[in-house]
């Protein structure tokens, strides 16, 4: 009896040692062929970080008006210049960790508010603030690389279209922590 009660003891002991909390870390990152973006990821606590971000993100803008027949959403692309705060709070770090899954480099699933303002190259020179709430699933590759899905839907303003609009989000990134 006394080995089952010593053997379960160092087991829970284990497992709660191995159950990791969020990390601070730099990381180069890109979402697609043109944007390119260095973030600085500051742990908060055990399941919170706030990500500061800034370089050539890809960027749309859009603009969407609604009438009573019909909603329309209209999207352009454009090169800019770009910072982002984006608070997480990742929402499996610890049942990954009991579960004896990967938690290097923050791989877990989380929710985060996006705040993102832009500014646009000379030759398209709009700015636009966005904030859009989102979750996202992020997962370590080996020591250094990671791979970041983002999906969630917020409102913009953008200095080419009047008012509010709709913001859809969805972003696949990858990126190099050091």
């Known amino acids: 009896m006394k080995k089952l009660l010593l053997t379960t003891l160092c087991c829970a ?8 909390s969020v990390v601070s870390n730099h990381s180069v990152s890109t979402s697609t062929l043109l944007s390119l973006e260095y973030a600085y990821e500051q ?3 055990d399941k919170s970080t706030i990500v500061l971000r800034a370089g050539l993100p ?11 027949s019909s909603i329309s ?3 352009r692309s454009s090169w800019a ?3 982002t705060i984006e608070p997480r709070i990742y929402t499996n770090i ?7 899954r990967n938690t290097y480099n923050n791989s877990g699933d989380f929710v985060a508010l996006r705040l993102q303002g832009t500014l646009g190259t000379p030759n398209y ?3 636009e603030v966005c904030l859009v709430p989102m979750y996202g699933i992020r997962r370590a590759w080996g020591e250094h690389w990671f791979g970041e899905l983002t999906v969630g839907g917020g409102v913009s303003y953008a200095t080419c279209y009047n008012g509010l609009n709709f913001k859809p989000h ?7 922590a050091f």
């Open 125 to 127: 020179p709009t700015g």
């Open 81 to 83: 210049y770009g910072i």
């Open 170 to 176: 969805l972003q696949y990134r990858v990126g190099f």
């Open 73 to 75: 959403i209209k999207g």
């Open 94 to 100: 610890e049942r990954r960790a009991n579960y004896g």
């Open 43 to 45: 742990a908060l606590g």
């Open 58 to 68: 890809n960027r749309m803008l859009y603009d969407s008006y609604a009438n009573e």
């Open 13 to 20: 002991f284990a497992v709660a040692s191995y159950a990791q």
